[in-house]
């Protein structure tokens, strides 16, 4: 199956009545960058920067994440890169760093660790922006904002950084900034946060997890955890919507991007990027190419009309059974 699916690298992911969906993926591993592009990845819309964090010892220089973070925007340019800054706190812990929080999912997190500290934070953007010179491709991407001073702040030190590297004899060009939506404010702010950023990101994981206030990895309410949840299809709904009105790039790189039933979804909603893990972009692409999006928008509106994640989810499988 797979090797009848990798004839599918090359072509287009088009549905038959010619919606283009743009397929990047998701990385955080050297070892993830040859897959990327041998399964056709037009980008990565996610790198998880964290990812060479925790495989460290202690936190890695700025030399150290120049030398990885270049190989990965060489080996993409001059296809988009978005690197995301640090995104621990909560699931993500590092083994030479410890939290210690009473609800580290409402906690120290992403870009909350690392404006409080700043070092850390210059450093890596540093080394981003290093590992760009001579290149045209590299996007930074804010983890869990939920307030707008958290883009200033970062656009500032990006601002400082640039003015050092310039002064250093590095001209780099600025890179494109855009933020993950995954806490419901940045949802709702979308409106004042807009002028101050070039795309928006979806991450369908926590933006779940916090409208339907549901830690996925506690096992006591995990299968109250669902993607498909009515609450979740409206969000999806109300950013894609905001995001057209205000002419702003937007993507969604959760787990739902490589999900069959929800792309089905996705596609009807009208998002036309999507990031996913390497090895799932020939099935999501072979998806696409066979479904009529007129006949998914029939669809999205029945999964509107239902009440709960079971009857959407029997809507979906009745239709991917048709499809195969
Ligand atoms: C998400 O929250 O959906 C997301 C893509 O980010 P991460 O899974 O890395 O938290
Ligand atoms: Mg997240």
């Known amino acids: 199956f797979n090797k009848a699916l990798a004839k599918y690298k090359d072509l287009p992911a088009v549905t038959l009545d010619g919606f283009h969906v743009t397929l990047h993926t998701n990385t955080g591993l050297l070892a993830d960058v040859s897959p990327g592009l041998r399964n056709g990845a037009e980008g990565i819309g996610l790198y998880r920067s964290e990812i060479p964090f ?42 030479y760093f410890e939290f210690k929080e ?25 080394a981003m922006l290093r590992a760009a ?23 500032e030190l990006i601002k400082q950084s640039l003015a050092e590297l310039n002064k250093e004899g590095k001209q780099v060009t600025k890179p494109k900034l855009g933020i993950m939506i995954e806490v419901p404010s940045a949802m709702l702010l979308l409106d004042k946060i807009a002028p101050y950023i070039d795309f928006v990101s979806i991450g369908s994981n926590d933006l779940t997890q916090y409208l339907l206030a549901v830690d996925r990895n506690n096992p006591k309410v995990s299968r109250l955890f669902n993607n498909l949840h009515p609450a979740v299809l409206v969000a999806l709904q109300m950013i894609r919507s905001k995001c057209s009105e205000l002419n702003l790039s937007v993507s ?39 479904v009529n999006r007129a006949d998914l928008l029939k669809i999205l509106v029945k999964a509107n009309a239902a009440e709960d994640e079971a009857e959407i989810h029997k809507i979906l499988q009745k239709k991917l059974k048709e499809l195969g």
């Open 102 to 126: 009473e609800n580290p999912y409402l906690g120290w997190r992403g870009i909350r660790f690392t404006l409080d500290n700043t070092a850390l934070q210059v450093t890596q953007i540093r």
């Open 54 to 95: 925790m495989v460290h010892d202690s936190f890695p220089t700025e030399e150290e994440q120049y030398h990885v973070y270049k190989e990965v925007i060489d080996a993409y340019s001059p296809r988009p890169v978005s690197m995301r800054t640090l995104d621990i706190g909560g699931d993500k812990q590092l083994p």
């Open 133 to 155: 010179h001579g290149r045209e491709n590299l996007q930074i991407l804010i983890p869990m904002v939920s307030r707008i001073e958290e883009i200033k702040a970062i656009k």
């Open 252 to 290: 969604l790189c959760g787990e739902m991007a490589a999900d069959p039933a929800s792309v089905l979804l996705l596609i009807a909603m009208g998002f036309d990027r999507l990031s996913l893990s390497a090895h799932k972009i020939p099935k999501i692409k072979w998806l696409i190419r066979q």
